[in-house]
């Protein structure tokens, strides 16, 4: 619910893929910088392998860019070093009614907004150092998708660098950033241009099931779009809508109420098991995640890992697994009195005698895949009976089962002779 005594500066954070979805986010920040009041601010990326980044500032009449030379080019120096500081600065001014963020592809609003809220932000005159979340707030994200292109970009397994739009260590890929733009948002402008009326039906069945609850301009062209219908796509965000909320790998995963019935193909897989997966079965088994599936994301019991929660998440062709803590059941009773209430309520509604919380929870957006194949997949790579048994009474001998998952995992096998992210960089994909 939106706290009407809350005096922190509103920041609007605008999202979209390079192309057309750009020319949307172009679009929808010029409109909104001639209100009175409101700062767009946008951070161009696109030399930053150069150590170089130009930050644009509109207001109503008014636009100045700066280059920036960065130490280190990488997206989190530019948010500690100029976007926070920057977001600070204006929120202390009283002319500023509003703060717009024009975010490069390189940017992840999820990123950002866990920056804004965790990062500590120091040396701005007349501010006691903390995060700029003391002083703003997140009112949306709105992020504009291209209506012919997106489901190929959230299907596929090409990876940002290939495409020019990030240095080659960065790893994540078109797939994962695209999902990640729609599962965050709080509104979409979709732009219909070149699409027939199955790429709309299928795209919205998608989109309904990814981001429920989100209000949606469908457009066949931008220029119709003025600050009267972006403001009143923005008054429709539900006032429970995310706003920049990070959920964490305990939270619920099916999120708003999305619609469970087929359409277009499109439909969601909830799997649920309270026996645990055999590591080398279910590597053979996640193939069928990676074809016909949009999104695949849960929590993880494998027997050869009893105490750690596996996170498992997946984009299109590509698929991470990394920790996400200890079960409950694993923890000691005073670390289970700090956990989160929410977590230990939910877990306690279906409390095993002999495995605890322990268990196999995972939604799949399937657009073009069986979801009777995906379960049989699934059910065919957990414990069997006999198998169970040996979970139970006699883990020193589970320990020694082959485990692709020993120190993480990602699909398609990477080159053991790469340097990879940690885990949990590899699981969060955060940047800053």
């Not at 636009?63 to 202390?92: K, N, Q, Y």
């Not at 990876?159 to 790893?171: I, K, M």
């Not at 790579?381 to 040996?390: C, G, K, T």
């Amino acid at each position: 619910m939106l706290d009407q005594a809350d005096r922190r500066t509103p920041v609007v954070l605008l999202a979209g893929f390079a192309g057309p979805a750009m020319d949307g986010v172009e679009h929808i920040a010029a409109t909104l910088s001639q209100q009175s009041g409101t700062v767009v601010v946008h951070h161009d990326l696109a030399e930053l392998r150069e150590g170089v980044v130009r930050r644009t500032v509109r207001t109503a009449g008014n636009s100045t860019t700066t280059v920036l030379e960065l130490a280190h080019g990488c997206v989190s120096c530019t948010l500690r070093a100029d976007l926070l500081p920057m977001l600070c600065t204006l929120a202390a001014r009283e002319h500023v009614t509003r703060v717009v963020l024009a975010l490069d592809p390189g940017i992840e609003a999820e990123a950002l907004c866990h920056a804004i809220e965790n990062v500590v932000v120091g040396g701005v005159a007349d501010r006691v150092d903390g995060p700029a979340g003391r002083t703003v707030r997140i009112e949306a994200v709105l992020t504009c998708v291209e209506g012919q292109q997106w489901l190929a970009d959230a299907t596929g397994d090409e990876v940002l660098a290939d495409r020019g739009l990030a240095s080659a260590d960065d790893e994540r890929t078109v797939a994962q950033v695209a999902v990640g733009q729609v599962d965050f948002a709080d509104a979409l402008v979709v732009l219909t241009a070149g699409s027939d009326a199955l790429d709309h039906e299928r795209l919205e069945a998608v989109l309904t099931r990814l981001a429920p609850g989100a209000p949606v301009a469908w457009l066949p062209e931008l220029s119709g779009f003025d600050a009267i219908e972006i403001g009143a796509l923005l008054t429709r965000v539900p006032e429970d809508s995310r706003r920049g909320r990070i959920f964490d790998a305990h939270a619920p995963l099916l999120r708003g109420q999305p619609p469970l019935s087929t359409d277009c193909g499109v439909t969601l897989v909830e799997f649920a098991a309270r026996r645990p997966f055999h590591p080398a079965r279910l590597h053979e088994a996640l193939d069928v995640l990676l074809d016909g599936v949009v999104t695949a994301r849960g929590r993880i019991w494998l027997a050869t890992q009893p105490d750690q929660v596996v996170w498992l998440e997946s984009a299109g062709g590509g698929l991470r697994a990394g920790g996400a803590g200890r079960w409950l059941a694993a923890m000691t009773a005073e670390e289970q009195a700090a956990a989160d209430p929410t977590r230990r309520a939910m877990a306690g509604l279906g409390w095993d005698e002999r495995f605890g919380d322990r268990a196999v929870s995972l939604v799949i957006l399937a657009h073009d895949a069986d979801p009777a194949e995906i379960r049989h997949a699934l059910h065919w790579a957990l414990v069997e009976d006999d198998e169970l048994l040996l979970v139970d009474h006699a883990p020193e001998r589970v320990a020694l089962w082959e485990d692709p998952f020993g120190d993480w995992h990602e699909e398609p096998c990477a080159d053991p002779t790469e340097a990879t992210a940690s885990a949990s960089e590899r699981t969060n994909r955060k940047e800053g």
